[in-house]
């Protein structure tokens, strides 16, 4: 579904993007986490076909997506700093979105109004929406749109526990159908319990990993008193003893309990040293 060779984008004599290779299959709910600054919104504006990659080669459904109608009937991006007009109200962004994207679900939309229980808020100008309820709206256009690729930037922020369970739930539902969602976020604890794999974005402005959920079942965590082992993906040492997170097969012979490793741990220790 999407192609990017050697990508490059720059803003000025910025590189935030630099010579980034990645390749996402079709289907399932893909995470793009990475430090603040690295560029996972524009990446997913390149993606979406809104920003013009400086160099290199990108391909979303086989074809170039900057600002190609083919491609971008078929991607949503959506999230709280997508910006909308101030004087629109909620009716009139959720009418927008429905003439905007041919697969538009106003079934769903309605559903996810009443979950996040906006309805009140139906008449209020977008300007006037706290961040929690523009996240929601976005979260609602991005999750009805029907869009067989849906790009999300932070659609936790300002989201009470309640409503960040509204939006996993039907996150979860949708992903059975086919789309492909890819999320970009900060929440790695929660992201990581429903996520099929997570791209890890370097500080460098490169692909660091790109790791498979099932991948995580490789790795355990080791507790005990022993050095930095072989092949750790992370090493902690205190005067309580040493924790690692390392390949299974690393820590055959290693003098020390294991425990099975989740794909929150392994996103964790990749984050530290990219």
Known sequence: MIIAHEL????????????????????GIHGLLGRN????????????????????????????PFDNATVMDRVSLTGVDVAYPGTWSVRDILTGAQL????????????LVADFALDDAMTTAYSQLSRGQRAMVGNIVGLASGAELTLLDEPYVGLDIHNTDVFYR???ELSGNGRTFIMATHHI???AKLLDSAIILGRDGRIAAHILAEEADDYVVATGSFDEPEHALAYRRTDAGSRALLPATSATGLSARTAPADLGDVIESLLEVS
Do not use: C, M
């Not at 076909?49 to 086989?62: I, R």
């Not at 905007?100 to 309605?110: L, T, V």
């Open 8 to 27: 490059t984008k720059t803003f000025g004599g910025e590189t935030v993007l630099d010579r980034l290779d990645l390749a996402i299959e079709p289907g």
């Open 37 to 64: 600054g690295v560029g996972k919104s524009t990446l997913l504006s390149l993606i979406a076909g809104q920003l013009k990659p400086s160099e290199g080669e990108l391909d979303v459904f086989n074809q170039k």
């Open 100 to 111: 905007r994207y041919p697969g538009w679900d106003r079934g769903i939309a309605d559903e």
């Open 170 to 172: 039907h996150l979860l």
């Open 189 to 191: 604890e929660d992201a």
